[in-house]
């Protein structure tokens, strides 16, 4: 054993001793061996452009983000039955050839716009709005779950509807509730989105939500607030204004051009009907107009059952009287004043809410909403 133990102890010693011999620049060839290593593990960059125009089967032209196009090589490696115009193609960082394509070439902002879970709200959740849920069911819903009715009824079926009226009045619900009840593909998009900084990134993106739509149809389009791009058009020498006017001349486009959608239906929603360019809401492009108007005294009390239907009332409550009142509630004011009540029982440590929260949270929405509004019009 102790035989053993020496020449253990003469190993030790001698790998000590090597280690010691090594030169300084052992250490530094050791950290460039490492660094590339972790450079090969990270990888290079590789840029991201459009294909434009295929020359031949080694060269090509292509368009990057930055603006001008170049004629580059084509990698041997790279699969040619992918490339085709308008794809979107991975470039080497240092000479900009095509080494590779992106096989879900979809715009990032388009995909975030794609809804991957459906909303919770159904036709349930919705007080009154029976005969807007009623021509929204045949519009939009019927045609995607049943579109043989409407072959042996020999018409076709709605290309698209805009939903109007005051704010608040349940539009962006109803749209939420179709969604949830229909298992098509929904792409939510807020109008002031399609307004992009540089000049045709905004009709870029109409076309590419649309084309996303037709990829994954049967879908819907919700473009929420539509009077952000198509107001009236008129001349204007903004820079600004004419490419909104150009973003709507595509949405124009995509809603009524030469290529048929197939089951891509297109729901819009605005406050002010009024300003919308005539061309946009003509039918054919949209063949109904849903109008929401504020709640008559039935709704409003469904409306009210809806928002108090999980709260502690006090036995002082009676709902008839703030339903019978002559205020102009929308639809979200009654759902502030049942929250604001529950807020007001809260801060002074109650679990029921009485009579007199209700009247003050009334008083308190209603002074918001005609705070800043003139009481009259002299003349």
Do not use: W
């Amino acid at each position: 054993m102790e035989r053993i133990k020496d020449y253990l102890l003469m190993e030790e010693e001698f790998i000590q001793n090597q280690e010691a011999a090594r030169p300084e620049t052992t250490r530094e060839e050791k950290n460039e061996e490492d660094t590339t290593k972790v450079d090969d593990l990270r990888g290079s960059p590789m840029a991201v452009g459009t294909l434009e125009e295929i020359i031949d089967d080694d060269h090509a032209i292509i368009s990057t983000a930055s603006g001008p196009e170049f004629y580059v090589s084509i990698m041997s490696f790279v699969d040619k039955d992918l490339l085709e115009p308008g794809c979107q193609v991975l470039l080497h960082h240092k000479n900009q050839a095509i080494i590779g394509v992106l096989q879900d070439d979809a715009d990032p902002m388009v995909s975030v716009m794609k809804l991957d879970k459906a909303p919770t709200e159904s036709y349930a959740d919705i007080g009154g709005l029976e005969q807007q849920i009623q021509e929204i069911k045949e519009s939009v819903e019927l045609p995607l779950t049943h579109p043989e009715l409407y072959e042996e009824m020999g018409i076709k079926p709605p290309k698209g509807v805009i939903l109007y009226g005051v704010p608040g009045t349940g539009k962006t619900l109803l749209a939420k509730a179709v969604a949830n009840q229909t298992s098509a593909t929904f792409l939510r998009v807020v109008g002031s989105e399609l307004i992009q900084k540089y000049l045709g990134d905004g009709p870029k993106l109409v076309r590419e939500l649309f084309r996303v739509a037709e990829e994954h149809a049967p879908s819907i389009v919700f473009i929420d607030e539509i009077d952000a791009i198509g107001t009236k058009r008129y001349e204007s020498t903004s820079g600004g204004e004419r490419e909104i006017q150009r973003t709507m001349l595509e949405l124009l486009n995509q809603l009524d051009g030469f290529d048929t959608r197939g089951d891509v239906k297109v729901i819009m929603a605005t406050n002010k009907i009024e300003t919308l360019d005539p061309a946009l809401i003509r039918p054919g492009r949209i063949d109904r107009k849903i109008e929401f108007p504020l709640p008559d005294i039935k709704t409003k009390r469904h409306i009210f059952k809806l928002h108090t239907s999980r709260m502690s009332l006090s036995e002082d409550v009676d709902l008839e009287e703030f339903v019978s009142t002559k205020d102009d509630l929308s639809g979200a004011d009654i759902k502030a004043v049942c929250t604001e009540a529950g807020l007001l029982a809260l801060r002074e440590r109650r679990m029921r809410v009485t009579k007199a929260d209700f009247t003050a949270a009334r008083e308190k929405v209603l002074y918001r909403k005609n705070e800043g509004t003139p009481e009259g019009l002299y003349l």
